[in-house]
């Protein structure tokens, strides 16, 4: 098993006929994700990537393909809108790659999902994969190994690194999670956390973190009380000087808050192995076995 | 993006938010110019987008237009923190009775907008928070709704305004929040908000920083980037798409993905190099970019080696490595370049690179430390 996405995913694709969501729609496939429908404004009727049905809205796509999951390639300018219509639609998880949405937008928009059933993932992340079933993302399936270490991630190069890494050592994942690094964003650690916690396939979990905010010391306060299986962490960002935005919108360090040695301290108080680098959690994971 | 203390006061004053009268001057003339029109004492203020100028002699009274010039011309030049000082703003001195704190931040936590108030103005609200928390009142507000009425009665009875100000304080707050999320602010702050002797309210000073990722709907705001803000490769990074910190180590680095980028500095300090900068080429960069971003890491004189990282996933192993011969053969490289690449498309990468008898790693770390020896002189 493994958790939000596999085999029962019914992937609707909102942007397909752009060249991204293009792209990756075709490599979702050829992963063995269930891809069911597209959704782009004024192509309806069309067929892309193969014989994937284009609807003009997510209602309809969602009425006649059954689409209980949504991944979105639209401009930022154009991604709120996208998946607000797809929590319209009653879709169950949105996972949004689109990056540079402005935060007040994704204030307005977390705001009504929340009053909705919808779950949320990203914005500004690479989805999600549950190795050797579905992958509802753009990152590289092939790294990937099926096994019992659930990730879950705010950045996207950096987990293919870790992965790259456990992969290396034989050591499978149950789901790979990458959250997004913007500051408003859908499920954060703490959501992820609990999920692995339920999951049965999960054995032990790897967090990847970084600086700016605080949702690593919530979840190390969760893992401190409420979690059973073992955690080990990266946080990236102890050599950025205050102050600088480094690429990541959420990781600013100012005023005190959110610094890597924060963090680590607070995942260290809870039991949490800190890795120095990406290749040492392959070490540490590998001890859990 | 930051903005001077004008134009966030011009941008406040947009919304209703009352602000003395004042002008920006670049000479000392213009400053006594400002000042005689004004004419009433002056305060003369730096504009440069660092904090503490006043502790840094950039903030100064002037009780006439001659002073005014002869202050003007103390701080025009000026260089605070490493910034050079080329305006400054002549305001009409107030005559401050009280100085108030308030200001409007994203709090990511609570996915809200959190206004802050405080009786304790004039500091900066981090060392109130730090000393006497009890004094900051905190309301969130609902995107959804907007800021209430009674929210701002709330920030107003909670610093004891005295009652005679309540309706003017919720009238700026107000404001204040309108100015933030129509000019997709991060951060926007009032701070001092004085009672003047006038027994008026007054934003004396005021700050205001801008959601990046809303620049290209806010044209009006965009413009008023101060190229200063950034240093000239930071500036020329951001235009062709690629996010660039200098910092002052050895080892130049050029990483795709931001969390990587930082994780590869991370590691250079493991192993007892530094890192000259931070740089992501982002997602599928072609060999344009890379071209570009050799470019920009190779002027940095203290570049000693350059580490270039790449995890190929929408970004192509081949397209990089063909962008990194490109770059050695027009640029002129001095300095040794350790490439390390993985995934998509890595083997074509790899031979590309050994074609050119250019080194690469598999391994991040056994990478990061040949970087780390060739920065030292230590060879291959």
Known sequence: MSILVDSGTRLLVQGITGSQ???????????????VAGAVPGRGGQWAVGNTPVFDTVHEAVATTDANTSIIFVPAAFAVDALLEAADAGVELIVC?????????????????????????????????????????????????????????????????????????????????????????????????????????????????????TDEQVAAEYIRTEMSKPVTAFIAGQTAPPGKRMGHAGAIISGGEGTAAEKIEALQEAGVAIARHPEEIAELAAQNI | MKLHEYQSKQVLAQYGVPIPNGEVAATPAEARAIAERLGSPVVVKSQVLVGGRGKAGGIKLAGTPDEAE?????ILGMDIKGLTVKK???????????????????????????IMASSEG?????????????????????????????????????????????????????????????????????????????????????????????LPRQKQLAAMRDPDEDSPTETEAREVGISY???????????????????????????????????????????????????????????????????????????????????????NVKVPIVVRMVGVNEDEGRQILADSNLPSANQLSEAVQMAVAAAKGEGE
């Open chain 1, 21 to 35: 969501g293009a792209f990756h729609a075709q490599q979702m496939i050829q992963y063995g994700t269930n891809v």
């Open chain 1, 97 to 213: 790659i689109t990056e540079n949405i402005p935060a007040l937008d994704m204030a307005r928009a977390r705001a009504y999902l929340d009053s909705t059933e919808s779950l949320l993932i990203g914005p500004n992340c690479p989805g999600l994969i549950s190795p050797g079933s579905t992958k509802v993302g753009i990152m590289a399936g092939h790294i990937h190994t099926p096994g019992n270490v659930g990730i879950v991630s705010r950045s996207g190069t950096l987990t293919y690194e870790v992965i790259y890494a456990l992969t290396a050592r034989g050591i499978g994942q149950s789901t790979a999670v990458g959250i997004g690094g913007d500051p408003i964003k859908g499920l954060n650690f703490l959501d992820v956390l609990q999920m692995f916690e339920q999951d049965s396939a999960t054995e032990q979990v790897v967090l990847i973190g970084e600086i700016g905010g």
């Open chain 2, 70 to 74: 002869e202050v003007a011309a103390q």
């Open chain 2, 88 to 114: 400054v703003l002549v305001d009409e001195a107030a005559d401050i009775r009280s100085e108030i704190y308030l200001g409007a931040v994203l709090d990511r936590s609570a996915r809200k907008v959190a």
């Open chain 2, 122 to 214: 004039g500091v900066e609200i981090e060392e109130v928070a730090a000393q006497t928390p009890e004094k900051i009142i905190t309301v969130h507000v609902h995107p959804l709704l907007g800021m209430q009425g009674y929210q701002a009665r709330q920030l107003a009875y909670g610093i004891s305004l005295p009652k005679e100000h309540v309706s003017a304080f919720t009238r700026i707050a107000q404001s204040l929040y309108r100015a933030f999320v129509e000019s997709d602010a991060s951060l926007a702050e009032i701070n001092p908000l004085v009672i003047n002797g006038d027994n008026q309210l007054q934003a004396v000073d005021g700050k205001i920083l801008l959601d990046d990722s809303a």
């Open chain 2, 245 to 331: 910190i200098d910092l002052d180590g050895e080892i130049g680095c050029m990483v795709n993905g931001a969390g990587l980028a930082m994780a590869t500095m991370d590691i250079i300090k493991l192993y007892g190099g530094s890192p000259a900068n931070f740089l992501d080429i982002g997602g599928g960069a072609g060999a344009d970019k890379v071209l570009a971003a050799l470019r920009i890491i190779l002027r940095d004189a203290r570049v000693k080696a350059v580490l270039i990282n790449i995890f190929g996933g929408i970004t192509r192993c081949d397209e990089v490595a063909n962008g990194i011969v490109e770059a050695i053969n027009s640029l």
